[in-house]
């Protein structure tokens, strides 16, 4: 059972540009959520999805940021128009529908804004 | 909101030596887990140890256990004969057992393990 896979594992982009994050869950995980970390910070909650849903964005910037989680496919994190502050490590993390139980990450995509 | 504080930015331990790294919380719910993670220099994230808010018992996994006060709202990590593999950073995390689950972080302590 492979773990949960995100890719690309580092991103270098210019200033202006966008990045496409994919996260693939955990085989039979249907809930995933999104972290940023900077640097010498904690991981923060950006957001959580569900298949077609997005349950909770209360940790997403307002402007240029999204995510989608569809039927198909795996999740995708956005950021259109990068800055240099957009420069960060982004987890992905998913769990069962069944509350409670663990939560599994990702080995992070690293993006750089130049 | 719930809010987790790790006071201890940094940590050191002589290897085979036993460290303690500090956590508190602070919630307003009764049921809820805890969890530290583990980022070493690869930068992935390690579950350690896990503790449900309703088990009295704390957690142990091998070397590592934790000392749950639930009252205190606070939830330290032991360490036990270290090893140079444990240097990394420790983030301790909170995640409500409402419907979200959301982890909660802290702002996490840099373990270091002298040989």
């Known amino acids: 059972n492979a773990g949960v896979m995100q890719n690309p594992r580092h991103l270098v982009r210019r200033r202006g540009q966008e990045a496409r994050l994919r996260c693939s869950p955990m085989?039979?995980?249907?809930?995933v959520y999104w972290y940023r970390q900077l640097p010498e910070e904690g991981l923060k909650f950006m957001v959580y999805?569900?298949?077609?849903?997005?349950?909770?964005e209360s940790g997403m910037p307002k402007e240029r940021f999204s995510a989608e989680f569809p039927k198909e496919g795996p999740s995708i994190l956005r950021i259109q128009q990068v800055v240099r502050g957009d420069s960060a490590a982004y987890f992905c993390?998913?769990?069962?529908?069944?509350?409670?139980?663990?939560?599994?990450f990702g080995e992070g995509s690293w993006l750089t804004v130049v | 909101a719930q809010t987790v504080t790790q006071s201890q930015p940094e940590m050191s331990v002589q290897e085979a030596e036993t460290v303690t790294l500090s956590c508190t919380y602070d919630t307003s719910e009764s049921d809820y887990y805890l969890f530290w993670y583990k980022q070493p220099p690869s930068r992935q994230m390690i579950l350690v140890i896990r503790q449900e808010a309703y088990k009295q018992q704390n957690a142990t996994e091998n070397r590592f256990s934790v000392n749950f006060q639930k009252a205190a709202k606070s939830f330290s990590l032991k360490i036990s004969d270290s090893q140079l593999g444990d240097a990394a950073m420790y983030f301790c995390?909170?995640?409500?057992?409402?419907?979200?689950?959301?982890?909660?972080f802290g702002g996490g302590t840099r373990l270091m393990v002298k040989p």
């Open positions: 085989k039979g995980h249907s809930h």
């Open positions: 999805l569900q298949k077609e849903n997005i349950i909770d």
């Open positions: 993390a998913s769990r069962t529908g069944i509350s409670g139980n663990t939560i599994y």
């Open positions: 995390a909170y995640r409500s057992a409402d419907a979200g689950n959301m982890l909660t």
